[in-house]
């Protein structure tokens, strides 16, 4: 059973005190925003859809918790992805292993055909009966249940007469972020990319409409690739786990990478939205294992 509001706790990193909205508390599989994000589909009746329709990555945290959805409602799971190695294919592994275990089914695609396939699949999933939800879940859907996510960050910011605001969450999608921002337009709603560059960022968001005033895109000038390895990003996930709380290698270490370089330039108080994806850091730790690190 999903218990809301979410608790608030504190850390202290670099002297500086941070709150974190604990989302991840929510569901092992649903996690964080993904819980957000589906929140409204959670709420909806089983007999209302066939299945959900979707594409993207094979290791994607969206794809887990559609599939765990799916599962719960009894709903088929249709998923299209690049083909896989002949290696995975043997031996799924990670968020793909359970995903397949939660019944979704997999349609590899050669790179060509994914291209083209995915501006189809919206007319053959509804002609189906099926939601189709593009990559990552970034869907207007989305709305519903991350205003719920700034109604609890609001009740919380008054209880403890905090004047001034700063929400902290990373984005892939930036889904996530543009609905905090547009619901909480008192507070300034901070973010960095993981998965492209700002200007890629921005773009993905507009698509969900205009970019609210207080929403600020930050980023360093160093690239990293989204989901690979790098010692400094291990190092920092490492010593946020001393200070008392463990946030996903992928987008929370990047995140707090950013965030950290900006922190002079950040005003009042901050409250960092935890993502979730604790369930990926196995296969993470893994890679960096992989990597001698
Ligand atoms: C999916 C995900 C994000 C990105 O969310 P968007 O709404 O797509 O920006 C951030 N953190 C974690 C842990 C995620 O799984």
Redesign the pocket.
């Known amino acids: 059973m999903v218990q809301l509001p979410t608790a608030v706790d504190r850390i202290e990193v670099r002297h500086r005190r941070f709150f974190v909205k604990r989302d991840?508390a929510i569901d092992p599989l649903l996690?964080?925003?993904?819980y957000r994000?589906l929140q409204a589909l959670v709420e909806t009746p089983a007999d209302a859809y066939r299945g959900i329709v979707s594409y993207g990555g094979t290791q994607?945290?969206?794809m887990l918790?559609i599939a765990a959805l799916c599962n719960s409602k009894g709903w088929a799971f249709h998923y299209s992805g690049r083909l896989l190695p002949e290696r995975i294919r043997q031996q799924p592994q990670g968020n793909l292993k359970m995903a397949l275990e939660l019944g979704m089914q997999l349609h590899e695609l050669e790179p060509t055909a994914y291209a083209a396939a995915v501006p189809l699949l919206r007319q053959q999933a509804e002609a189906d009966g099926n939601l189709f939800l593009p990559q990552?879940?970034?869907d207007p859907l989305?709305a519903r249940g991350?205003r719920q996510l700034a109604i609890e960050i609001d009740d919380w910011q008054r209880a403890e007469g905090i004047k001034r605001l700063n929400v902290v969450?990373?984005?892939?999608?930036?889904?996530?972020?543009?609905?905090l921002a547009a619901s909480l337009p008192g507070s300034e709603v901070w973010?960095a990319p993981?998965?492209g560059s700002r200007g890629y960022?921005a773009e993905?968001m507009q698509r969900l409409g205009a970019l609210p005033a207080n929403l600020r895109l930050i980023d360093t000038p160093e690239r990293h690739r989204f989901a690979s390895p790098y010692p400094e990003l291990l190092a920092l996930w490492q010593e946020l786990k001393g200070a008392g709380i463990e946030?996903?290698l992928?987008?929370?270490a990047r995140?707090w990478h950013v965030l950290l370089q900006y922190i002079d330039a950040i005003d009042g108080e901050i409250l960092y939205v935890?993502?979730?994806?604790?369930i990926?850091n196995a296969t993470m730790l893994e890679r960096y294992r992989h990597k001698g690190l």
């Open positions: 991840d996690s964080g925003n993904k994000k994607s945290n969206a918790s990552g879940g970034a989305a991350i969450t990373p984005s892939g999608t930036g889904t996530t972020a543009y609905y973010t993981v998965v960022l993905q946030f996903d992928i987008y929370g995140m935890h993502s979730g994806g604790l990926g």
